[in-house]
């Protein structure tokens, strides 16, 4: 009975890697915050950077996709008014909210990792959502998957997801709504009219939720976040241990800053 | 002679948005400009198909065939929109004189 114990203790051992876990970010520069966020999955297809999960904080800020238009999706009358900053991510999907109360987490695994064996953008969404799932399950949130790209809670959306398969990487990243200010989500995101009437309901921010609104009480993205560490530790059998980048990656981060992320050319793309 | 400009927000059967902002000239494409918030890999490959459409007649034959090469010759995985949305996007938009939203 021992040695059978011993055995199985032994092999979640055997099956258990170590993933890198860094919080590095820039809460007031969004754009070198996207610079990071390019920068990792880039090092780790390289084989220069170990597997890697960032979680991440931004301020007032639109993250668009990288192929939406800045001038049909963002009221920058809005952006003005209430000091949000808009910046182009490298992956599709989307335009989303950050502000201080959401939290950003991403992965970023070698490809062909055993998670995500094949190149298969929807099973890369379904498989990395899993921890933040179980995550937000553990805090009595009532989280769901639901396909293509989204977490949500009784039909309401708290939480979406974008990704890539690239650079010899697998990248998964997404944002918790933890107690972000709908009311300017809702001011700052055109969001086209035929999209609100196929979710049949009148406003965005009818059909977003935050952690906040679902415990009805006060929560931390703080608290969120070791909720999440803990939910990707127990989904993916990995140990989370906290690292920092390289000087290799700050300076590629660098680089990415000064080229892209803090252009107009790739920010306000029209 | 000057292109009449189009316009035409397609919801795809995957769920997600395709915005077409097309310059039509003598029933083809003179420009395009396709956006949303679909998913394509490899993520350049959407200029590439725009350069591809110019000068496509905006016929669903010609336009079907250009884009089905697009996404076999250039490998391209899409999620959320699929070439027929594609088509469907470009078709539509060709009908639409006013701009959408």
């Not at chain 1, 790209?149 to 990248?171: M, P, T, Y």
């Not at chain 2, 669903?60 to 010759?73: A, C, M, N, P, Q």
Request: with cysteine.
């Amino acid at each position: 009975m021992f040695e059978r114990c011993s055995l199985r203790v032994r092999r979640w051992w055997q099956l258990t890697e170590t993933w890198r876990l860094i919080d590095l970010e820039y809460r007031d520069n969004p754009f070198l915050n996207l610079a990071v966020e390019e920068a990792i999955p880039r090092m780790v297809g390289e084989g220069k950077a170990p597997n890697t999960v960032r979680l991440w904080h931004n301020s007032n800020t639109i993250v668009i996709g990288c192929f939406q238009s800045a001038l049909l999706e963002v009221d920058f009358d809005a952006c003005k008014e209430t000091g949000t900053t808009v910046v182009r991510r490298f992956t599709g999907g989307g335009a989303v909210y950050h502000d201080a109360g959401n939290l950003n987490y991403a992965i970023s695994l070698k490809k062909s990792h055993p998670l995500v064996p094949e190149s298969d953008l929807q099973l890369v969404f379904q498989k990395l959502s899993e921890g933040t799932v179980q995550g937000l399950r553990s805090l009595g949130v009532q989280a769901e998957f639901q396909p293509i790209n989204d977490i949500q809670v009784n039909g309401r959306k708290v939480s979406g997801a974008a990704g890539s398969i690239r650079w010899g990487a697998i990248f998964h990243h997404g944002c918790i709504l933890v107690s972000s200010d709908l009311a300017i989500l809702g001011k700052v995101l055109n969001v086209p009219k035929i999209k609100l009437a196929e979710k049949n309901v009148a406003s965005v921010q009818k059909r977003v939720t935050t952690v906040r609104n679902e415990l009805g009480r006060d929560v931390s993205t703080r608290e969120v976040q070791t909720a999440i560490v803990h939910g990707i530790e127990a989904s993916y059998r990995v140990r989370l241990e906290e690292d920092e980048l390289s000087k290799e990656e700050l300076a590629l981060a660098e680089d990415l800053y000064l080229s892209k992320y803090r252009r107009p050319e790739w920010n306000l793309k029209p | 002679m000057m292109g009449s400009l189009r316009a035409y927000d397609y919801k795809a059967a995957g769920g997600k948005l395709v915005r077409v902002r097309l310059t039509e000239e003598e029933g083809k494409v003179k420009s395009v400009q396709i956006s949303g918030d679909f998913f394509l890999l490899p993520e350049d490959s959407l200029p590439t198909l725009e350069k591809m459409l110019e000068g496509t007649a905006l016929q669903e034959s010609d336009l079907r065939k250009v884009i089905g090469r697009f996404f076999e010759t250039g490998h391209v995985q899409s999620l959320g929109v699929s070439g027929d949305d594609l088509v469907r996007a470009l078709l539509s938009a060709s009908e639409e004189m006013v701009a959408a939203d």
